[in-house]
């Protein structure tokens, strides 16, 4: 089983920027494929960015935060990275990360989960 703790939402205004982190525990990370969902209030959850490690890195994107938001990981610090440029009211959530053995960008291809760290933007 491997454990999840996001840190680094808060309040930023429109146009600014947040650097979420997803610290991790538990299991080898290097074998991790860690992906960020978010979930808008009144919506359900949906997936935001993931980076693959058994594809030498590889990373996906939604297309709202395409060319907005960037994934990264240290294997260093365990620890998985999601820098928001740009932000708008629409980004408005809570975000999580989410880790998986597996292939696949649905929230069932992943069985670990933080616990959430919510982002706001005001206009």
């Known amino acids: 089983q491997v454990q999840l703790t996001e840190s680094g939402g808060g309040v930023v205004q429109a146009g600014g920027s947040l650097n979420l982190s997803c610290a991790t525990s538990?299991?080898?990370?290097?074998?991790?494929?860690v992906a960020w969902f978010r979930q808008a209030p009144g919506k359900e959850r949906e997936f935001v960015a993931a980076?693959?490690?058994?594809?030498?890195?590889?990373?996906y994107y939604s297309d709202p935060v395409k060319g907005r938001f960037t994934v990264s990981r240290d294997d260093a610090k365990n620890t998985v990275y999601l820098q928001m440029n740009g932000l708008n009211a629409e980004d408005t959530a809570v975000y999580y990360c989410?880790?998986?053995?597996?292939?696949?960008?649905?929230?069932?291809?992943?069985?670990?989960w933080g616990q959430g760290t919510q982002v706001t933007v005001s206009s």
């Open positions: 980076i693959w490690w058994w594809r030498g890195d590889n990373t």
């Open positions: 989410a880790a998986s053995f597996t292939t696949g960008l649905q929230e069932t291809d992943f069985e670990s």
């Open positions: 538990g299991r080898t990370f290097n074998n991790l494929n």
